[in-house]
C-alpha cells in the first residue's frame, strides 16, 4: 500500500463522523429512490404482468340490456379484436356477523357455450373456481372476505329480484378490473358492506331475468385501431339498448385509481432526491475544504516526494467517493426494507396479484449518477484547489483575513453587547455565504417535512369537506329501484330517525361545444342539511329551482359557462333534453352535474323520485331500525357514515406514521448532518482561538456557547427560509397530483409548521450537543503548541 493510501484510510478514521455525516445523506437520497421508485416500478411490472395474463379490456361499455346477438355486431367492428359480454347487478347481501344490509355486485362469469373467459379473466387466488354446472357457488373479493372474516366455505344470503338466495363461497378471486373495489353510483359505502361476487352465468341470468341477454361489455383492441372510432361505433349500437357509453380503459375507474396512485408516486419518487443532491455537494464541498485547508504542509510534503497534481487531486477525490459509496451501501438496504413496506401498504389498497417489491436499477443508476455528479461537484473546487497548490506556498500559513469594519461596528452597538454576543456576530459576518448555505441545508430538512406533510393535511381537508361538511348523514341507504320522494315518510317513522333526506341519480352524457364527458346527475332537495353541496372551501352551496349545476373542472373541459344550453342525454332513456347552466361549483371530485329533485324528475318525465336515502339518528342506530330497513324490498344495502370514516382514518393513520417516519428520519438526517459538519468545522477553525479563551479564564460553558452560538442563529435563519419553501414545495405536490378527476385543497396547517420545526430544532440541538461535548474536551496544549 502506497503511503498516500495509508493517509486517505487515516483522514478517513480521523474524520469519520463528518464522513458518516456526509454518507447519510447521500444514503437518504439514494433511500428515497429505492424505496419510493422501487415501490413505483413494483407496481408498474405487477399490473402490466397481471393486465396481460388477466387479458384486461381496452373499451368497456354498460347498458340497460341488450340481447346476446348484438355481440356479433360488436364484434365486426372496425378495430375490435374480441368481445366480452356478461350480466352485472347489484343485490342486497346479508352478511354474517354485520348487522347492516349490505352491496353484492353479482357478476356472471361466461357460459360453457362461449369457451373459457377471454377479457377481465377472473381467477381463484385461494379456494377453486367455480363449477358452471352448479348454481350457488360463488368467488368473492379479497378484501370483503377478510374485513367480513369470510373464507371459502361460509355462505351469504343475496335477496335478488326480492327473492333470497343462498350462495356458498368457494374462492377468494381477483379480476383486473376490480383490483380497486368501490361501488359508485349512490352512498358511499364501508369496505364490510361491499363485495364483488362472481357467480355461474346460469345463476345470474335466472335470478335477474337476463336470460338471452347481457348489460356490460368489455372489448380488446386490435393493435393499431383508433380507440375513439371503435367507441363511437361501440355507443351508436348500443344507444337503443340504454347504452350509457362506452369508456377507455384510462377512465376505468379500479384503472384510473391505479395510475393516480403510480403518478403520485412518481413525483414523490423524484422530488425527494433533489433536496439530498443539494445537501450532499454543499456537505462535500465543506469537509473538504476545511481537510484540504488543515493538510496544507502535507500537501506540500507530498508534492516535494514527486507526488503529482494529478495524485494529489485524486486523493481527496477518493476521500469524497468512499464516503459516497458508503453512503449507497448505507441506503440500498434500509430503502430496500423500506421499499416493501411501503408496497405492502398498496398491496393493501390495490389488489394487484404477484405484487412484490423490485429494486428499479435504472433509475437507481440515473438517482446514483446525479448523486455522484454532485457530490464531485461539491468537491470539485475545493480538490482543484489544492492540486494546484505550489509547494512553496503550501508550507506557509494561509493568508490572514483582511482586516475592516464590520456592519456591527460601524452601526455603532458593539459595544452594547456582551463580548460573547460580539464574537458571534463577527463571525458570522466575515463569512456570510458559509453561513446561508448551511442555513439552506437546514431549511431543506424543513421545507421536505412542511411540503410532505402539507399532503396530509390537504387529504384530511378532503375527507373533512366531503364528508363531515356535505355529508352529514348517519346512514346512507341505496335503493334497488326508484322510489315516490313522497316515501320519506316511511323512513321517517323508522325508530330514532330525526331527519330524512331523498336524492336522485341518474346516468347522463352531457355535451357541449363539441364535447362530452359521461357522468352520474345528482337531483338533491333545495335547502338539503343532510347531503349539501359544499366547494373546495367548505361553503354549502344551494342548487338552483331550475337548470342544471356543474362542477368547474366539468365546465372547463366543456368550454361552458353559466347561461349556456347544454344537451343531456338521459342514457337510460335514449333521449336528449336541453338544459341551462344555472351554476358553476369549484369541487375536489369533478366531473359532477346536480338539479333540483323535482326539476330532474320533470326533465326525465318520471316525477320526482328517489333512489337513495339519508338517514339522520339521534344516537347510534338500533336494532329496531336495522330490523325495519331490512323489512323494506327497495332496500338494498346500508352504509354507516362513521364505519367509513373510521376505515378511512385508519389507513390514513398507517400511511401518515409509516410516511411520517420517513420523512422525520430524512429531514433529521439533513438537519444534523448540516449542523454537526458546521461546528465541526467551527470547531476546527476556531480551536487555537476557543482554547486560548480558556486559558484566559473563560469556562467551558462559555466557550459552548461561542462556539455553538453561530449554529443557533443559523438555524433561526433557516427556518423563515424553510417555512417558505416548505410553503412552495408543497403548493408544487399538490398541483402535481391533481387531475381531471381530484382537485386537491393546498392546506398550510400551523401544526404541520410547528411540529416540523420541533424535529428540525431538535435535530440540530442534538447535533450541537455532540459539539458542544467534543469542545469540553478539547486538549489546551495540544492545539496552542505551535506548529514547527
Same mark, same amino acid.
Request: aromatic share 8%.
Given at each position: 500500500m502506497m503511503a498516500i493510501d495509508r493517509k486517505l484510510l487515516r483522514d478517513l478514521w480521523r474524520t469519520r463522523a463528518q464522513v458518516a455525516s456526509i454518507a447519510l445523506v447521500l444514503a437518504g437520497g439514494v433511500l428515497a429512490v429505492v424505496s419510493i421508485r422501487g415501490t413505483a416500478s413494483s407496481l408498474v411490472l405487477a399490473r402490466d404482468e397481471y393486465y396481460a395474463a388477466a387479458h384486461f379490456a381496452d373499451v368497456f361499455a354498460t #347498458?340497460?340490456?341488450?340481447?346476446?346477438? @348484438? &355481440?356479433?355486431?360488436?364484434?365486426? +367492428?372496425?378495430?375490435?379484436?374480441?368481445? &366480452?359480454?356478461? $350480466? $352485472?347487478?347489484?343485490?342486497? +347481501?346479508? @352478511?354474517?356477523?354485520?348487522d347492516r344490509p349490505g352491496t353484492g355486485r353479482l357478476i356472471a362469469m361466461p357460459a360453457p357455450p362461449e369457451g373459457p373467459q377471454r377479457l377481465d379473466r377472473v381467477r381463484a387466488v385461494r379456494g377453486r373456481m367455480i363449477d358452471p354446472a352448479v348454481d350457488d357457488e360463488v368467488l368473492i373479493n379479497g378484501r370483503f372476505a377478510e374485513v367480513n372474516h369470510l373464507r371459502p366455505g361460509d355462505t351469504l344470503s343475496a335477496v335478488i329480484n326480492e327473492r333470497r338466495t343462498r350462495l356458498r363461497i368457494v374462492g377468494i378471486g381477483a379480476a383486473p378490473d376490480f383490483l380497486y373495489e368501490e361501488a359508485g353510483g349512490g352512498p358511499a359505502v364501508d369496505e364490510?358492506?361491499?363485495?364483488?361476487?362472481w357467480a355461474s352465468h346460469a345463476l345470474v341470468t335466472e335470478a335477474t331475468g337476463m336470460r338471452g341477454a347481457f348489460n356490460d361489455v368489455a372489448? !380488446?383492441?386490435?393493435?393499431?385501431?383508433r380507440e375513439a372510432a371503435v367507441i363511437s361505433g361501440v355507443d351508436s349500437i348500443l344507444a337503443r339498448y340504454g347504452g350509457r357509453g362506452a369508456i377507455a380503459r384510462r377512465d &376505468?375507474?379500479?384503472?384510473?385509481?391505479? !395510475?393516480? !396512485? #403510480?403518478?403520485?408516486? +412518481?413525483?414523490?419518487?423524484?422530488?425527494?432526491?433533489?433536496f439530498f443532491i443539494g445537501v450532499a455537494a454543499f456537505l462535500t464541498g465543506t469537509v473538504l475544504s476545511r481537510l484540504i485547508a488543515t493538510e496544507r504542509e502535507q500537501i506540500a510534503i507530498l508534492k516535494a516526494f514527486g507526488y503529482t497534481n494529478g495524485a494529489v487531486a485524486r486523493h481527496y477525490l477518493a476521500y469524497a467517493t468512499l464516503a459516497f459509496l458508503f453512503g449507497i451501501a448505507i441506503g440500498i438496504g434500509i430503502g430496500e426494507w423500506m421499499g416493501r413496506a411501503i408496497t405492502s401498504l398498496y398491496s393493501d389498497i390495490l389488489r394487484i396479484p404477484g405484487l412484490r417489491f423490485r429494486i428499479d436499477w435504472p433509475a437507481m443508476a440515473l438517482a446514483l449518477g446525479v448523486l455522484s455528479v454532485a457530490a464531485l461537484l461539491g468537491a470539485a473546487r475545493s480538490v482543484l484547489g489544492a492540486a494546484r497548490l505550489p509547494p512553496a506556498e503550501a508550507l506557509r500559513p494561509p493568508t490572514p483575513a483582511r482586516y475592516r469594519m464590520l456592519l456591527l461596528d460601524r452601526l455603532g452597538i458593539g459595544g452594547a453587547l456582551p463580548a460573547s454576543a460580539r464574537m458571534v456576530l463577527r463571525g458570522l459576518e466575515r463569512r456570510p455565504s458559509r453561513a446561508l448555505l448551511s442555513a439552506a441545508g437546514i431549511a431543506a430538512a424543513l421545507a421536505m417535512m412542511v411540503g410532505t406533510l402539507s399532503l396530509y393535511d390537504a387529504s384530511s381537508r378532503m375527507i373533512e369537506v366531503m364528508f363531515r361538511i356535505g355529508h352529514r348523514e348517519t346512514l346512507g341507504v341505496t335503493l334497488v329501484s326508484p322510489v315516490p320522494v313522497g316515501m320519506a315518510s316511511r323512513f321517517r317513522a323508522l325508530p330514532g330517525v330525526t331527519a330524512v333526506e331523498l336524492t336522485r341519480m341518474v346516468p347522463v352524457r352531457i355535451h357541449h361545444a363539441g364535447r362530452s364527458r359521461t357522468l352520474g346527475l345528482t337531483g338533491l332537495g333545495r335547502g338539503a342539511s343532510i347531503y349539501r353541496l359544499v366547494d373546495a372551501r367548505g361553503r354549502a352551496r344551494d342548487v338552483p329551482p331550475d337548470g342544471v349545476t356543474i362542477s368547474a373542472s366539468l365546465a372547463r373541459t366543456l368550454e361552458a359557462r353559466v347561461g349556456d344550453t347544454v344537451q343531456l342525454e #338521459?342514457? !337510460? &332513456? #335514449?333521449?336528449?333534453?336541453?338544459? $341551462?347552466?344555472?351554476?358553476?361549483?369549484d369541487e375536489m371530485t369533478s366531473p359532477n352535474a346536480y338539479m333540483e329533485i323535482g326539476a330532474l324528475g320533470r326533465l326525465i318525465g318520471e316525477g320526482a323520485q328517489a333512489n337513495a336515502v339519508y338517514l339522520r339518528l339521534a344516537g347510534r342506530e338500533t336494532p329496531e331500525l336495522l330490523a325495519g330497513l331490512r323489512e323494506m324490498s327497495r332496500v338494498g344495502s346500508v352504509a354507516s357514515r362513521a364505519a367509513m370514516l373510521e376505515t378511512y382514518d385508519r389507513m390514513m393513520a398507517r400511511s401518515f406514521r409509516i410516511n411520517t417516519t420517513v420523512i422525520v428520519i430524512f429531514a433529521t438526517v439533513i438537519a444534523v448532518g448540516v449542523v454537526y459538519n458546521g461546528a465541526r468545522?467551527? +470547531?476546527s477553525e476556531r480551536g487555537r482561538e476557543l482554547a486560548s479563551l480558556r486559558v484566559l479564564g473563560f469556562t467551558t460553558r462559555e466557550v459552548g456557547r461561542l462556539l455553538l452560538g453561530e449554529q443557533g442563529i443559523v438555524a433561526l435563519l433557516a427556518l423563515p427560509i424553510g417555512w417558505l419553501l416548505g410553503w412552495l414545495f408543497g403548493g408544487y405536490l399538490v398541483h402535481a397530483f391533481e387531475s381531471e378527476?381530484?382537485? $386537491?385543497?393546498?392546506?398550510?396547517?400551523?401544526?404541520?409548521?410547528?411540529?416540523?420545526s420541533f424535529v428540525v430544532m431538535a435535530a440540530s440541538a442534538a447535533a450541537g450537543a455532540l459539539m458542544y461535548r467534543r469542545a469540553a474536551r478539547l486538549d489546551l496544549v495540544a492545539v496552542l503548541k505551535t506548529r514547527e
Open positions: #347498458l340497460t340490456r341488450a340481447p346476446d346477438e @348484438i &355481440q356479433a355486431r360488436l364484434e365486426v +367492428l372496425p378495430g375490435v379484436a374480441q368481445v &366480452q359480454t356478461r $350480466v $352485472v347487478k347489484d343485490v342486497r +347481501l346479508e @352478511i354474517p356477523g354485520f364490510r358492506a361491499f363485495g364483488i361476487l372489448i !380488446e383492441l386490435s393493435p393499431g385501431a &376505468q375507474i379500479s384503472h384510473r385509481v391505479v !395510475e393516480n !396512485e #403510480l403518478s403520485q408516486l +412518481l413525483v414523490m419518487g423524484w422530488a425527494f432526491p433533489v #338521459l342514457l !337510460e &332513456q #335514449l333521449k336528449t333534453r336541453p338544459v $341551462v347552466v344555472a351554476a358553476t361549483i468545522i467551527a +470547531l378527476h381530484y382537485q $386537491v385543497p393546498f392546506v398550510s396547517r400551523t401544526g404541520t409548521y410547528v411540529f416540523a
